[in-house]
């Protein structure tokens, strides 16, 4: 019954900023750790960051410091801020959800398109 729902997508033109947000429901338990990977057309899903209820956060390298993973762990709510887009950062972003570091199971959202055009 867990269910992830990712919100906050759209459309925006380059340098501009976008917040995504990913809801977690359907168990009482914090996920251990939360993070957002994305997928452009005809490429692989790669990691966009990660966050760990202990505070640890891991980005992707080529982000050059543009995106902030955030959660807040009473609503048990993540966010992503988006700041000066550009049109390479234009796909579809997917929330993920491992609630123990001992179990394979991951889960994920159905994914919310981010668009960067002018």
């Known amino acids: 019954q867990v269910q992830l729902v990712e919100s906050g997508g759209g459309l925006v033109q380059p340098g501009l900023s976008l917040r995504l947000s990913c809801a977690a429901s359907?168990?009482?338990?914090?996920?251990?750790?939360m993070g957002w990977y994305r997928q452009a057309p005809a490429k692989q899903r790669e990691l966009v960051a990660t966050?760990?209820?202990?505070?640890?956060?891991i980005y992707s390298d080529s982000l050059e410091g543009r995106f902030t993973i955030s959660r807040d762990i009473a609503k048990n709510t993540m966010y992503l801020q988006m700041n000066s887009l550009k049109p390479e950062d234009t796909a579809l972003y997917y929330c993920?959800?491992?609630?123990?570091?001992?179990?394979?199971?991951?889960?994920w959202g159905q994914g919310i398109q981010v668009t960067v055009s002018s």
């Open positions: 993920y959800a491992k609630f123990s570091p001992y179990s394979p199971n991951d889960y």
């Open positions: 359907g168990s009482i338990v914090i996920p251990y750790t």
């Open positions: 966050a760990t209820t202990g505070g640890g956060t």
